[in-house]
């Protein structure tokens, strides 16, 4: 499990470092008059990437933002009908946006989509959102059946 969780750093931690990478030179190849082709390409792949890592990460943790201004005032019994609350909503948040994002998958296949100057495949990139989105779903609705059970 540990090795898991260290892939699941790593791995949008290098996409991050290859979307800074990337954008910073194609920001010095602007002022040398030498523009990177196909920078703004890279830094959106590498983004989705490492978004949907770290949004599986956060919520792996359980560290997701919450409004604790409100939370941390609300007394015993209403903090748990508010937990409660969060993880339906949650799951019902990430089913939709599953379903969504699958369905735009399934219709988009076959068409071979890619990006303009580099070609990059949107197919892979889809996979990794409808997967991440999956992993989003069945956690939030793990913390859902924790949450009754208490």
Not at 93 to 107: E, F, K, N, Q, R
Not at 129 to 145: I, K, R
Request: proline residues 3%.
């Amino acid at each position: 499990m540990k090795f898991l969780r260290t892939l699941l750093i790593w791995i949008p931690g290098g996409a991050l470092l290859l979307a800074m990478a990337t954008d910073t030179l194609a920001m010095f190849g602007r002022q040398v008059h030498i523009p990177l082709l196909g920078a703004i390409e890279v830094v959106q792949a590498a983004v989705l990437v490492a978004a949907c890592g770290a949004l599986v990460v956060a919520a792996l943790a359980r560290s997701h933002a919450r409004v604790h201004l409100l939370l941390d005032r609300v007394p015993g019994a209403a903090r748990g009908i508010l937990d409660r609350m969060h993880a339906v909503s949650t799951s019902v948040l990430y089913a939709a946006l599953l379903a969504g994002s699958a369905w735009i998958a399934v219709d988009l296949w076959h068409g071979h989509e890619e990006s303009e100057l580099l070609r990059i495949p949107y197919r892979p990139l889809r996979v990794i959102v409808v997967a991440t989105l999956l992993v989003l779903l069945l956690h939030s609705l793990q913390q859902v059946v924790r949450r009754k059970s208490r």
